[in-house]
Nanobody, 123 residues
Framework: QVQLVDAGGGLVQAGGSLRLSCAASGRTFSSDAMGWFRQAPGKEREFVAAINWSGGSTYYADSVKGRFTISRDNAKNTVYLQMNSLKPEDTAVYYC????????????????WGQGTQVTVSS
C-alpha cells in the first residue's frame, strides 16, 4: 500500500519558519516528480512547489518564490518544504503529492496524496 505521510506543520508567528516533510512508503518515488499543494478554508487546493526526480529542477508558485525551498532525499524516499518568512496568508493545510504524470503544477496530475498537515501563521 502506497502512503505519503505529511508532517511538520504547526503554529508560528509571522516571519517565522517551518519545515515540512513527506515520507513515502509502499513504492519508491525516486523516478517521479513530487509536489506540495495547500488549501485554505473555502479555497481551491493550489500549487506551492514541485521538484523533479533528481532534485535538479524546482518550481514554485509566485506567492512563495524566494521564501520556500523544496528538496528531496531519494535515499530516504522523503520530500521537504522549508518555509521561511511566513505570512498569515500562508495559513492552510499543506499536502504532499507524488507520482506526477503531467504538468507538475496541476493537482490533477498526481496519483498519490498525503493526509495533509496544518500550518497556521499568526500576525
Amino acid at each position: 500500500q502506497v502512503q505519503l505521510v505529511d508532517a511538520g506543520g504547526g503554529l508560528v508567528q509571522a516571519g517565522g519558519s517551518l519545515r515540512l516533510s513527506c515520507a513515502a512508503s509502499g513504492r519508491t518515488f525516486s523516478s517521479d516528480a513530487m509536489g506540495w499543494f495547500r488549501q485554505a478554508p473555502g479555497k481551491e487546493r493550489e500549487f506551492v512547489a514541485a521538484i523533479n526526480w533528481s532534485g535538479g529542477s524546482t518550481y514554485y508558485a509566485d506567492s512563495v518564490k524566494g521564501r520556500f525551498t523544496i528538496s528531496r532525499d531519494n535515499a530516504k524516499n522523503t520530500v521537504y518544504l522549508q518555509m521561511n518568512s511566513l505570512k498569515p496568508e500562508d495559513t492552510a493545510v499543506y499536502y504532499c503529492a507524488g507520482g506526477a504524470y503531467g504538468p507538475v503544477a496541476n493537482r490533477y496530475a498526481y496519483k498519490y496524496w498525503g493526509q495533509g498537515t496544518q500550518v497556521t501563521v499568526s500576525s
